[in-house]
């Protein structure tokens, strides 16, 4: 074990401290600030702590799917008997991975951990890449998110590039259906692995949506499309260039939707995870591919996730009262549109909240409900549905335009109340970043509430913004 | 009776929902009784002007903007007639960039088609946010939000409008877009017609009346939920607080 200088030190002391306040204070969950001051006491922690992680560092990034993927890395390598370090869900900015990092280290400043699985965000993965040094780098996906941070989805393109070629050892686990992944690996020389579906599994309101990236982007061309999944990913060809889909060295193939979720086989094992939205099989596979990268045999990949809970939090299921409320985070045009396919898919009778807000953990600029076809909401069967959050009236106007009626409401707490006293006890909501939190909370207190008898109100919890 | 709305490659140039132009133009007409027709025009694709009566030129990456500049090098003439003869065009962004004269980044120069008396220079600070005009085309300020590296220089033109709040064509002359004839070049997205429906019912006027003659004044329609966007916005950016809290909020490392 390395020693390492009183800086560090003095960086992860204060961090902690910083952590510990913040908790005692109640304000949030102290994600990012003692990053922050770690950093600012030692700008090298970074690079000192990774340097003690055992065994090998998985960065994942991509546009959807980050999150999910890092867990099922995370959980298959406990399940071979790894100790792991993990960032905590969304803090994947510089300051949240630094802070992760130095909330792990332990007394004596020694940091215990086989592997580290970090999801990093896309416009500060130029900056977090090399001070990682990771050993594997998992692409998930690339389309359209939060235009007023990243600019331009080919601005994207170019920093996740800029990112990889960075770190040139770092081995990609590439998705090799994302036309854009598939030029980012005839741009970069790092190793690499590819992973693919080439079954159908998306249905049209999942598929329906702009195509990205329609251009051979070394000939112009207009790619062509033996299938299209959802987005621009699917089996393309360039007829210009010659350019193609890699081959993937890790298929999911017989891909079956079965009661609890979907099954697949991977290089003849069978997996089986619990979830109906069948872009988990992509994140799935993902990390199975990212595994093999780096060594780890895959026998126990299977068994690990029997038991995963592919929510992150992010997607939660409530009872309240006899109503059953899911909530769900879509957060761009893509997540959206796989939010839209997963209510039509259900038969049943529902209501709708969708909450849309436009702080800058969003994206302030709101133009991206335009590029989700709403149309498929028609068919869905949903008999109520509110809008709520910052940009409410947008939602309800963009719904307007598909011909489907809508409520705007301003406390969303009254119209959950309503949705689940009265209503078809089936109850969607949609929301976006920092929806999350306070629609997570107002759901546990409604639920609190309903258990109590009415009666109960948690107004020591409610000024949580 | 019925208006042709042609939509310029949807497939190169189709940031930030300009579906949302698209589906306004052709719903307003048909709240109305009036017929409406979207033909887009995917890349390489021909097109005849004299079919249309309303187009629409989205904004897309710088470089799919080169590919398009490319291909209406091809209609540069026949689009400039289109444009003299007073038909309608609404260009947002890359569109609005495209029909200057020409688009100088940091590298190179990309010819515009001189089709309005504008030019546009790169510069790497990015003009992002929300952004509230005062323009004479609509009584209610027109909202949207703006997300450009380029200014645009518009000489003596007439600008689309004041800016009240953000940014604008350079961030300093406190004007945006430019009005030329029948033609609205803007920056704003959001999309820009939805949330301001008077922009929409002016082109769509000035449209009718190119094709049928005479004088329209299209009957209003009750824009509740239009208002409530538009207002929700303008108010929002009237009250000091909230704007001191933004940008403060901006600089902020956590």
């Known amino acids: 074990m390395k020693k390492i200088g009183w800086r560090s030190r003095l960086a992860i002391c204060c961090g902690k401290l910083t952590s510990t ?73 510089l300051n949240g991975v630094i802070s992760a990092f130095v909330l792990a280290v332990e007394k004596g400043g020694i940091l215990k951990a086989d592997y580290a699985c970090i999801e990093v965000d896309e416009n500060a993965s130029v900056e977090i890449l090399p001070k990682l040094g990771p050993d594997c780098v998992v692409l998930t996906n690339i389309s359209r998110d939060q235009l007023d941070r990243f600019g331009e989805v080919d601005l994207t393109y170019e920093t996740i590039k800029s990112a990889v070629q960075s770190v040139p050892g770092a081995c990609l686990a590439v998705n090799g259906d994302d036309a ?25 309101a999942a ?14 061309a207009r790619l062509h499309y033996d299938l299209v999944h959802y987005g621009q990913l699917g089996l393309y060809r360039c007829p210009g260039c010659g350019f193609a889909r890699p081959r993937p060295d890790y298929r999911a193939e017989d891909i079956a939707r079965e009661e609890e979720g979907y099954s697949f086989t991977v290089e003849g094992r069978t997996v ?40 992150n939090n992010r997607e939660g299921t409530f009872t309240i009262g006899r109503a059953r409320v899911q909530l769900h985070l879509a957060k761009n045009p893509m997540g959206f549109q796989q939010k839209l396919s997963m209510i039509r898919s259900d038969s049943k009778p529902k209501d709708l909240l969708l909450f849309i807000n436009d702080r800058a953990q969003d994206g302030r600029d709101i133009s991206w409900l335009w590029d989700v076809d709403f149309q498929y909401l028609k068919e869905a069967g949903s008999v109520q549905i509110f809008t709520g959050g910052a940009r409410r009236y947008d939602m ?3 719904l307007k335009y598909e011909g489907i009626e809508s409520q705007a409401v301003a406390d969303i707490r009254e119209a959950l109340r309503r949705l689940t006293n009265k209503g078809t006890g089936n109850v ?35 000024s949580v913004s | 009776m019925k208006l042709t709305i042609g939509h310029l ?69 026949d689009f400039g007639s289109y444009v003299e003869d007073g038909g309608v065009v609404l260009a947002v962004c890359g569109g609005y960039q495209i029909l200057g004269d020409y688009y100088r980044t940091a590298e190179k120069e990309i010819p515009g088609l001189g089709i309005l008396p504008a030019y546009t220079k790169w510069e790497p600070r990015r003009l992002v946010g929300n952004i509230i005009l005062d ?111 933004e940008r403060v909020g901006r600089y902020l490392p956590f």
């Not at chain 1, 020389?189 to 049209?204: A, H, L, M, S, W």
């Not at chain 2, 579906?19 to 709240?31: D, F, S, V």
């Not at chain 2, 033909?39 to 903007?65: H, I, T």
């Open chain 1, 396 to 398: 309800g106007l963009r």
């Open chain 2, 135 to 245: 323009s004479p085309l609509s009584l209610a300020p027109v909202v949207g939000f703006e997300n450009h590296g380029g200014r645009t220089y518009i000489g003596e033109g007439a600008p689309f409008g004041r800016v009240l709040f953000g940014y604008g064509n350079t961030r300093t002359s406190g004007y945006e877009g430019l009005r030329y004839k029948n033609v609205i070049g803007t920056y704003l997205h959001g999309p820009l017609l939805p949330k301001n429906p008077e922009i929409c019912d002016y082109l769509l006027e000035r449209a009718l009346e190119r094709k049928f003659g005479g004088v329209w004044k299209l009957r209003r329609l009750p824009d509740r939920l239009e208002r409530q966007a538009n207002a929700c916005m303008v108010e929002r950016y009237c009250d000091r607080g909230y704007v001191w809290r």
């Open chain 2, 9 to 77: 490659y949807p497939d190169l140039l189709n940031l930030y929902g300009d579906q949302g132009n698209i589906k306004c133009l052709m719903r307003r007409l048909q709240w109305r009784g009036i017929e409406a027709e979207v033909k887009p025009f995917l890349s390489g694709e021909s097109l005849d002007f004299a079919d249309l009566d309303v187009v629409l030129l989205g904004g897309g990456s710088d470089r799919e903007q080169e590919l398009v500049c490319r291909q209406l090098g091809e209609i540069r003439r």
């Open chain 1, 428 to 462: 969607y909501v949609v929301v976006n970043y920092s929806g999350l939190y306070p629609a997570n909370h107002i759901l546990e207190e409604l639920m609190e509430e309903e258990k109590g008898g009415g009666h109960f109100e948690a107004d020591h919890r409610s």
């Open chain 1, 180 to 204: 854009f992944l598939g030029f980012l690996l005839a741009e970069c020389e790092n190793p690499r692995v590819v992973y693919g579906i080439e079954e159908e599994v998306f249905d049209v």
């Open chain 1, 21 to 93: 306040w913040i908790r005692r204070l109640h304000r949030g969950n102290g994600g990012t600030l003692p990053g922050y001051v770690a950093r600012r006491i030692d700008p090298g922690i970074l690079t000192v702590l990774s340097g003690m992680v055992g065994e090998g560092i998985l960065v994942v990034m991509g546009t959807n799917g980050k999150t999910t993927t890092n867990r099922i890395l995370c959980e298959a390598l406990r399940a071979e008997g790894k100790k792991v370090l993990i960032n905590e869900t969304g803090a994947n900015m």
């Open chain 1, 272 to 311: 089986g995870i619990r979830t109906v939205s069948p872009y988990h099989v992509y994140n799935t596979l993902a990390a199975y591919g990212a595994l093999r990268s780096v060594g780890i045999s895959g026998e126990r990949f299977a068994k690990a996730l029997g038991s995963l809970d592919f929510g």
């Open chain 1, 207 to 220: 598929r329906s949506e702009v195509l990205e990236n329609a251009f051979c982007r070394f000939c112009g």
